[in-house]
């Protein structure tokens, strides 16, 4: 690894520990809640907006954005830290998460906060959204990128596949779905509930560009959307003008991942956490992050 690769990779596992601190303390005001899943995915919002978005924090509506577009309304705790830190969301605001009130509800509602550009809570659609609106930019010669987060529950959901095949048949090369594949649903495990492996099979055989990686490692996900960067504008590129083949990258992930005490629930959808249990989960993953920046250190 290059040193510019190595600062650029301890940015974003800076950003992503800060992610799940606001995530737990977020947890805590109300005693429970989507703890599990935004830990999960920390490292893919943190790759999201500490490296990948092109964004203005003091003007989220500007129109040359790129559009983050969270399917799971649930998870929307993950995409509050992760606005915070991206500076688009108070940090003072967070405590306010699930209040009444708050513009920060349980379920994300793109009417109440700034940054979030649908409300989601109905799984299933965020990748119909996607297909719109790539083709709504496309047609006025803009050329954000469209990123659409998507859980594994979403798989489950005939529309997500509509809409992947949507997307691959108008060619709309700037949507980059990234599926939080945390093998977990509200009723119990993913393959359990409905057998969606393989996946990337099923991505491909829609038509779309595939690459699958270990999602709570920051440098395969910084590899991964370096190598859509490349063929959407390196030298070798194959976009031409937003027409391409549209880019998934499936993560696997662990819930509670980062804090030992989570990782290990069984009721791990919605977790409820005992008053006494917060404190430890904020040093257990301070100890991990530590952990983590000395094995760096000493390589
Ligand atoms: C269309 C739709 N069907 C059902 C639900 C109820 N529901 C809420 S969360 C959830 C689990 C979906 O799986 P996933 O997002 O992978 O769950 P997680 O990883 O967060 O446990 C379900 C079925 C919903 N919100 N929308
Ligand atoms: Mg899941």
């Given at each position: 690894?290059?040193?510019?690769?190595?600062?650029?990779?301890?940015?974003?596992?800076?950003?992503?520990?800060?992610?799940?601190?606001?995530?737990?303390?977020?947890?805590?005001v109300?005693?429970?809640?989507?703890?599990?899943?935004?830990?999960?995915?920390?490292?893919?919002?943190?790759?999201?907006?500490?490296?990948?978005?092109a964004?203005?924090?003091?003007?989220?509506?500007?129109?040359?954005?790129?559009?983050?577009?969270?399917?799971?309304?649930?998870?929307?705790?993950?995409?509050?830290?992760?606005?915070?830190?991206?500076?688009?969301?108070?940090?003072?605001?967070?405590?306010?998460?699930?209040?009444?009130?708050?513009?920060?509800?349980m379920?994300?509602?793109s009417?109440?906060?700034?940054?979030?550009?649908?409300?989601?809570?109905?799984?299933?659609?965020?990748?119909?959204?996607?297909?719109?609106?790539?083709?709504?930019?496309?047609?006025?010669?803009?050329?954000?990128?469209i990123?659409?987060?998507?859980?594994?529950?979403?798989?489950?959901?005939?529309?997500?596949?509509?809409?992947?095949?949507?997307?691959?048949?108008?060619?709309?090369?700037?949507?980059?779905?990234?599926?939080?594949?945390?093998?977990?649903?509200?009723?119990?495990?993913?393959?359990?509930?409905?057998?969606?492996?393989?996946?990337?099979?099923?991505?491909?055989?829609?038509?779309?560009?595939?690459?699958?990686?270990?999602?709570?490692?920051?440098?395969?996900?910084?590899?991964?959307?370096?190598?859509?960067?490349?063929?959407?504008?390196?030298?070798?590129?194959?976009?031409?003008?937003?027409?391409?083949?549209?880019?998934?990258?499936?993560?696997?992930?662990?819930?509670?991942?980062?804090?030992?005490?989570?990782?290990?629930?069984?009721?791990?959808?919605?977790?409820?956490?005992?008053?006494?249990?917060?404190?430890?989960c904020?040093e257990?993953?301070?100890?991990?992050?530590?952990?983590?920046?000395?094995?760096?250190?000493?390589?």
């Amino acid at each position: 690894m290059t040193p510019q690769q190595q600062t650029r990779q301890a940015a974003v596992e800076a950003a992503a520990y800060r992610i799940r601190q606001h995530a737990l303390a977020m947890g805590e005001v109300q005693g429970q809640g989507y703890v599990g899943q935004a830990l999960g995915a920390a490292d893919i919002l943190a790759a999201v907006y500490a490296d990948q978005l092109a964004f203005r924090a003091e003007d989220p509506a500007w129109d040359g954005r790129d559009r983050f577009l969270l399917s799971t309304g649930h998870y929307a705790i993950g995409l509050y830290a992760a606005l915070a830190e991206a500076g688009i969301v108070p940090v003072e605001e967070l405590e306010t998460y699930g209040s009444d009130d708050s513009r920060l509800p349980m379920s994300g509602m793109s009417t109440y906060t700034p940054g979030m550009e649908i409300s989601g809570g109905s799984l299933g659609h965020g990748l119909t959204i996607a297909v719109g609106l790539a083709l709504g930019l496309r047609a006025r010669g803009n050329p954000a990128r469209i990123v659409n987060f998507l859980s594994d529950g979403e798989l489950d959901e005939g529309s997500t596949w509509e809409a992947a095949m949507g997307a691959a048949h108008h060619r709309l090369g700037r949507i980059i779905a990234v599926v939080d594949i945390n093998a977990l649903q509200a009723d119990g495990p993913t393959a359990g509930v409905l057998r969606t492996e393989p996946v990337a099979e099923k991505w491909a055989a829609c038509g779309w560009h595939v690459q699958r990686v270990d999602g709570n490692d920051v440098g395969a996900l910084l590899g991964a959307f370096d190598a859509i960067a490349a063929r959407i504008e390196g030298p070798e590129a194959v976009d031409d003008g937003g027409h391409g083949a549209p880019s998934v990258i499936l993560c696997d992930t662990k819930v509670g991942r980062g804090v030992p005490l989570l990782e290990e629930r069984e009721k791990a959808h919605f977790m409820r956490i005992e008053e006494h249990e917060w404190a430890v989960c904020q040093e257990q993953l301070t100890a991990g992050y530590a952990e983590q920046t000395r094995e760096k250190v000493a390589l």
